[in-house]
């Protein structure tokens, strides 16, 4: 069992936008999938699935979004989703993809502390 534990965000800035950076790890819970008839080669034989970020008391809703599957998830699973492009190529082992979002896992239970 893994327990993950919330942190602030640390501040850190994006060195060419000078953007907060946020949320580059998140958990999530797939809510739908994709279907495509033409689709890019990199998303070749994976599959395009629906995450619905799960947020603690207090935090501002972020919309649903797309992440590319590399776990086998299905709809209903609590998954680890890594929103930041360089990590998900790095995760696919892919070094000139077009990816952003990619889930790297499925959560069995998550604990948090106050």
Known sequence: MVSIRPRKALG???RRTSQKIRNIMIIGK???TIVTTISHPH??????LVVQPILVDGESADEDFIALDNTQAGIGDTVLVNREGNG????????????????????DSVYLEN
């Open 12 to 14: 850190l800035l994006d």
């Open 43 to 48: 998303y070749k034989n994976r599959r395009l």
């Open 30 to 32: 797939v809510v739908g």
């Open 88 to 107: 998900a190529r790095q995760a696919l082992n892919i070094p000139d993809g077009c990816v952003i979002s990619v889930i790297v896992g499925i959560v």
